[in-house]
């Protein structure tokens, strides 16, 4: 037998070992491989010009370094925003989760040993008083009483952001959509 034929024969015993592979045994392989690539990030121009408009939300100290103090407007009342819009599945979230891993002005707070963004699912459907809850939440606050209004809520939000040394709230919502049940992502910056 020839090199020639034993490679063809070799290759036909492992065609049949495939083919008689059950449907789970494959699959696995193949949903690894794609969560490989969906988890691959290849930063584009838009990106780079979401970084640049980011990272101008903030101060830059006297040496020349960002810091996670925003930059206020209007006499030192009001703070600024970025606004992305795209279709789904065009990356948005990726692109902002991204940004702000990446950023070590956001990175953790000496202090809570915590990041200075919060990230949280937006319950549907999305009211103050809902979204309120779900901040704090994510703020370590797990009672609030039931019958509490929205203006207690967010309250509660606003004092419990002071506790952290927060100056600032602001918020990028993922994905808005008029179908009840669609989860929104809501990113929140605090001091």
């Not at 990175?107 to 309120?132: D, F, H």
């Not at 952001?161 to 008029?178: C, D, H, N, T, Y």
């Amino acid at each position: 037998m020839t090199d020639d034929n034993i490679e063809t024969r070799n290759h036909a015993t492992t065609s049949t070992q495939i083919l008689g592979a059950s449907t789970m045994e494959i699959a696995k392989p193949v949903a690894a491989q794609m969560k490989e690539l969906r988890d691959i990030n290849i930063p584009t121009e838009r990106d780079h010009n979401l970084k640049k408009h980011l990272y101008r939300l903030f101060e830059v100290d006297s040496e020349g370094e960002m810091t996670s103090v925003p930059c206020r407007y209007t006499a030192g009342q009001e703070t600024r925003g970025v606004i992305l819009i795209e279709e789904s599945g065009g990356g948005k979230t990726t692109a902002v989760r991204t940004i702000l891993q990446e950023a070590q002005f956001l990175a953790l707070n000496p202090e809570t040993g915590e990041p200075r963004y919060l990230e949280i699912q937006v319950p549907s459907p999305a009211t103050l008083k809902s979204v309120g809850l779900a901040v704090l939440e994510a703020l370590g606050v797990k009672h609030v009483g039931v019958n509490a209004t929205v203006w207690e809520v967010w309250k509660t939000v606003k004092w419990r952001l002071g506790e952290q040394g927060s100056a600032s709230f602001g918020w990028m919502r993922r994905k808005i959509s008029s179908c009840p049940g669609q989860p929104m992502t809501l990113r929140v910056r605090y001091g």
